[in-house]
């Protein structure tokens, strides 16, 4: 039996074989197991003389089966190691990485400029309620931008009518009901509006400010935006002007233009030779106020709204907004800035 097991377990070739001597061996059935039952009914002299014989069995067969083990999972471990033997001078083959989306960029700029300036950053729902993106902001029920053509409703029966927010001046209206004054924040965010060519995309993107404090006018208005837009498109001759304008939540109302000088036949900004127009603004209506429960004779502010996207194409010279939102990687890579 000594030497038939050894045997055996030299021949086993996997852990597996080898397991299977082990239990024919010593395992519950197993013919060494038998021979120690057998010590049960020997006499004590027949005892004495067989019992070491069989331990002693049981111990060789037990060392060479460990013995036999350590040698098969060394050997698979070999063989492992050898396979998977990795070439350290072989080139790398990195996945490309991700670049940061333009629109991102200037959204992360436009948070840094303001931070410097005492703003915070402050957000609202896309689906934004008719109160929040129109009532609260004096847009009367009867005013264009409810027009079916211009905002997306949200189909179904809302009480109240619930719409994408078609611009981030909702925000103005959350940040005043949520925080005391002095209120000094931005809103970046997502907008949509049913409309499709090379400058307006349905979901584009825009950043609101908003100013409220006490005595603030529309100097201070200016003094934002220039100091903002010098810091943004890193020229110091950046020169605004404000036109009278429109809005219903601000009065009075200002469309900001930004001057430009030809050069190349191509318009650079910078300077007064002629001039683009580029955001909303003005000074928050006192009824826009009053809605969030200041009082206007207390509180006064300023307001502002940009387009994110027009402000990129500006900074970056694109001249179409629909691939910002077509997904296309050569286009990511080139205007996409590295990670
Ligand atoms: N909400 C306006 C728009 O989308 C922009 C604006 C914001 C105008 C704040 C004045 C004050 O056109």
Known sequence: LHDRLLADTADADTLDKLEAVRVGALGKQGSITALLKTLGGMTPEQ?????????????????????????????????????????????????????????????????????????????????????????????????????????????????????????TSPVQIRTMLAQKPPIRVIAPGRVYRSDWDATHTPMFHQVEGLVIDKGITLGHLKWTLET????????????????????PFTEPSAEVDVGYTMRNGRRVLGGSEGWMELLGSGMVHPRVIEACGLDPNEWQGFAFGVGVDRLAMLKYGMDDLRPFFESDVRWLKHYGFSA
């Open 47 to 167: 005892r004495q003389s067989e019992g070491p014989r069989i331990h002693g069995l049981r111990e060789a067969i037990t060392a060479a089966i460990t013995g036999r083990k350590a040698r098969l999972e060394q050997d698979a471990l070999d063989a492992r190691l050898a396979s998977e033997k990795l070439d350290l001078t072989l080139p790398v083959d990195l996945p490309a990485p991700g670049t940061v989306h333009p629109v991102s960029q200037v959204m992360d700029e436009l948070a840094e400029i303001f931070a410097d300036l005492g703003f915070a950053v402050a957000t609202g729902p896309e689906i934004e309620d008719d109160w929040h993106n129109f009532s609260a902001l004096n847009i009367p029920d009867t005013h264009p931008a409810r027009a079916m053509q211009d905002t997306f409703y949200l189909a179904g029966e809302h009480e109240p009518p619930m719409v994408l927010r078609t611009h």
């Open 228 to 247: 903002f837009l010098r810091a943004f498109f890193e020229r110091d001759d950046i020169v605004l002007r404000l036109r009278p304008s429109y809005f």
